[in-house]
């Protein structure tokens, strides 16, 4: 077989690979109910809700088409190579290189596309770290996975902000609470909820020596912009303390940070960021709103494995992942066996490999089950 034809025989496994994730048949009936809406002379009505039908109905049919399209493409050229002489798939593959070359691409942005069908993978993403097992090292641990993420949302030009953290007694945090703000954030960030295990020579033992340490790490979407939750002032209990680390004097001098607590539902959000009493009260409120939405959602277990997941104590047998800094080096997903040789390589921010290959683990899942 020649290289050309191997490479259509590529794209046409590719193709059919992609076509298997779709369900043609769910997409034309939304894209015929759309259409019927559309017709609707009530529809301009409200305008936010005519326009958010448009756009829906433009986007579905933009896709199928584009589907379509790919498939008719990479079904001629199959065709033709099948029925064509050595001298003439020469010619082909010289005029088509760089329309295969797209096709290709363009599989690959839809793949990608199709791992973001939450319901909330479009949304921003509230994250928690917090040393678990391991003392001094697992504090240090967590600043290393604070680190590690906010790098990677700076390599991803995301906006990241650390709303409120506590240092460790001796070394790195006790915890951390950070926003980050992006496309498909929490989508692409939802499967690292859970244990973060470490293992290296210990940094704080005078003897060097090999030591474990454990670090939980929690999702949730930011419901910020979507959230309508009514909270009693009743329910909450509210309190000031002066913030702790980087800041500036005027806010180590003042009882800037807030600490809010749902009596209700025993939630705690502490924000100390910013440099005002008010400031700080308004984004804890926001977050507690989200949490208590989160926490609503978790109640049906299906969204619950999808958000936020049970409860799990950060040490041994709860683990998501694994980094390796001694005798070798070495990341590895637990649940979907990828890993990667350059830890440092991870702990530096660059993390885009291993989200990608647990979101497609998940969804080859869900697809066979």
């Known amino acids: 077989m020649s290289e050309f034809k191997k490479i259509i025989s590529n794209l046409k496994k590719d193709i059919s690979e992609l076509n298997s994730l779709i369900d043609f048949k769910t997409l034309k009936i939304e894209i015929e109910e759309l259409e019927e809406k559309s017709q609707s002379p009530d529809i301009w009505n409200d305008r936010k809700v005519g326009t958010e039908l448009m756009t829906s109905l433009a986007s579905k049919k933009s896709f199928l088409d584009k589907i379509n399209y790919i498939n008719s493409s990479v079904e001629s050229y199959y065709q033709l190579v099948q029925d064509s002489t050595e001298d003439e798939i020469k010619v082909l593959e010289k005029d088509s ?43 240090d641990w967590a600043s290393m996975l604070l680190r590690m993420y906010l790098r990677w949302a700076d390599k991803k030009n995301f906006k990241a902000e650390i709303l409120t953290s506590s240092p460790g007694e001796e070394a790195g945090i006790k915890s951390a609470l950070l926003r980050i703000t992006g496309e498909k954030v929490f989508g692409l960030l939802k499967g690292e909820k859970g244990v973060h295990r470490l293992v290296r020579l210990s940094p704080f033992n005078s003897a060097n020596l090999r030591h474990t340490s454990f670090a939980l790490v929690e999702v949730i979407p930011d419901f910020q912009k979507t959230v309508n939750v009514e909270v009693n002032n009743d329910d909450l209990k509210i309190e000031a303390f002066k913030a702790s680390g980087a800041g500036g004097q005027s806010v180590q001098k003042n009882s800037s940070a807030i600490r809010l607590t749902h009596k209700p539902s025993g939630i705690v959000v502490s ?25 609503e959602n978790v ?34 997903d637990i649940r979907s066996g990828f890993e990667m040789p350059d830890a440092q390589r991870v702990l530096d921010g660059d993390l885009d490999q291993l989200l990608y290959e647990f979101l497609k683990f998940i969804n080859k899942s869900q697809n066979t089950n």
């Open 97 to 139: 290189i760089e329309e295969l070359k797209n096709i290709k691409d363009e599989i690959k942005i839809i793949e990608t596309d199709l791992q973001f069908s939450g319901e909330h993978d479009q949304y921003d993403v509230l994250m928690t770290i917090s040393g678990g097992a391991g003392g001094v090292d697992a504090q």
């Open 271 to 295: 924000v100390q960021n910013e440099r005002s009493q008010s400031q700080n009260k308004n984004i804890a409120l926001q977050i507690l709103k989200s949490r208590l939405i989160d926490l």
């Open 299 to 332: 109640k049906n277990k299906e969204k619950e494995n999808e958000l936020k997941g049970e409860f799990v104590s950060a040490e041994w047998g709860n683990q998501v992942r694994s980094y390796v800094l001694h005798p070798y080096t070495l990341v590895k």
